[in-house]
């Protein structure tokens, strides 16, 4: 019988190796083949070392904890992250959230949650890849500078890094800069409604994405908040009709 030929190489980092083990063995048949490292260095290494469409990062590690295993991860990829939190923890979540995580899922998770959350996250990845390869565009508005083949953003022709998703934001606001941009239009343009990227994450991402623009969200230079609708990135004149 021939073997089954997986599509995604996932990453698994939690010191529990059963859990580990069951992850694999539940997501194996869905096409997802599942490498574990079971301490942050070890799981480090693998991630520097070799190419993953996505990985499942627990939060509560022995020695290096999950919060500085994504700080690293973010200094040289923008692989997909799923943390695991605690239940109900949602400092953890809005932390990890903040530091680069693509989502999260309590530690208690059912499996079809998983299931559909690693899908997600790994479909808007090959998605955006695709599109870039088709639809190569540079973007210059003001002192930030997009390139979306090769996924680069400057600010003042410094190198911004961002995570896939934040990265797909300042894209889709920088497209529209001077437009409000609502919520649910700002997500079917970073990955569709079917692809299952929640309103309640969205707000602490574009949060995430001000602090490395250097914004002050009182006094936005670069991203609006538009109350009760969305948010707008300001067109150059604006801004400096503004400080006029």
């Known amino acids: 019988m021939m073997e089954k030929q997986t599509d995604s190489r996932i990453l698994m980092i939690d010191d529990d190796t059963k859990l580990c083990r069951l992850v694999g063995d539940y997501l194996a048949p869905f096409g997802f083949a599942v490498e574990a490292a079971h301490t942050g260095t070890d799981g480090l290494e693998k991630v520097k070392t070799a190419d993953f469409d996505a990985v499942i990062l627990d939060v509560m590690l022995p020695g290096m904890d999950g919060f500085t295993v994504l ?25 990890g959230l903040e530091i680069g995580a693509d989502d999260y899922l309590p530690k208690t998770f059912s499996t079809r949650e998983l299931l559909a959350r690693l899908r997600a996250v790994t479909r808007r990845s090959q998605i955006s890849a695709a599109q870039n390869k088709t639809d190569a565009e540079e973007i210059l508005t003001g002192e930030i500078y997009i390139n979306s083949a090769t996924r680069e953003a400057n600010l003042g022709g410094d190198m911004l890094i961002l995570t896939a998703l934040e990265f797909d934001l300042l894209f889709a ?9 609502d919520r649910d239009k700002l997500l079917d343009e970073i990955a569709g409604r079917s692809y299952d990227v929640f309103d309640r994450s969205v707000d602490v991402h574009i949060s995430s994405l001000r ?17 009760s609708v969305g948010y707008m990135l300001v067109a150059q004149n604006e801004s400096e009709e503004e400080k006029c």
């Open 71 to 95: 700080k690293q991860i973010r200094a040289f990829s923008t692989v997909p992250v799923l943390m695991l939190t605690a239940l109900g923890d949602e400092s953890d979540r809005i932390v």
């Open 173 to 181: 606001l920088a497209r529209s800069a001077g437009r409000v941009l």
């Open 211 to 227: 602090k490395k623009l250097g914004d002050d969200p009182k006094n936005p230079r670069y991203i609006k908040t538009i109350r």
